[in-house]
């Protein structure tokens, strides 16, 4: 795995049975209405902010065109938004050349709910998460753990570069910005003591690293998470649980992309597709079914899915 990547982990999972009350400092809540027919669709997009190069202005075109089709209700990034070393300060013109400039299309002017990458916390790791961003661009979300609740779905946006032990052990040259994440221990706990609380849907950073199998999966299959999301890994890729119906998807095609330089990750899971160019994600959500597509940076749809609820439905499975 290449450090350099940003790991992004996204939990969908449509709320069928169960509300949880959330009390926690850490995963501050939002809430995001559904259309007017009762269903929600968005776009994923994860390593991205290269001042449009890399194909990253070709991408956020696609973006716009399946965007407009969807008529999405908002766009999620995985993180790594901001390459090399994040933003600088609030006040960092990349934020505008990467950004702002970048997802021009109108169907993009909606909520953008972001989680920070490795690369973020390699820059100025507060200036993403200043609401100055949000005067200068309302669309722009960025925290490190937080909750959107939709009437069929909730979305758990976690963390996970502070779970990486690589970047505090051996971090190389790199200067990581961990203010807020320090004492390290303390804050994990934290993390995964809300999530157990709170699950049952969740977004976040880091693709499964052993560090998250070991912290994480226990709880997602626990809490009959159906989706998890994230970016990273320079790749589109779907692969599916062998012990859960949990479904993993990575979109961390944002712009510069592995094209061969890695070998994707092997495992016990049932890869179902993998490819490393450029690309993004889409997702419709109805109380009942998922359509997910993975898009190239032609529009072409490489890869889709349908997903029924009724499979992960508790009462079915008691
Ligand atoms: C941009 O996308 C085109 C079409 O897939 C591809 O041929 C080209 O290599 C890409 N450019 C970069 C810099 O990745």
Known sequence: MDSSCTLCLIWLSCMWVAWFMLVSAEFQRFEHPVKADGSLSFLVIGDWGRKGAYNQSHV?????????????DFVISTGDNFYEEGLASPYDPAFGHSFTNVYTASSLQRQWYSVLGNHDYRGDVLAQLNPILRRIDSRWLCLRSFQVNTEIAEFFFINTTPFVDQYFRNPKHHKFDWRGVLPRKRYLSRILKDLRGALRNHIGHHGPTKELITHLLPILEANRVDMYINGHDHCLEHFSSITSPLQFFTSGGGSKAWKGDFDYL???DEIQFYYDGQGFMSVGLTPTNARIAFHDVLGRVLHSLDLSKQTYNPY???
């Open 266 to 268: 092997d495992g016990g």
């Open 316 to 318: 079915n499975a008691m």
């Open 60 to 72: 956020a075109i696609q973006m716009g065109k399946v965007g407009e089709e969807l008529g999405i």
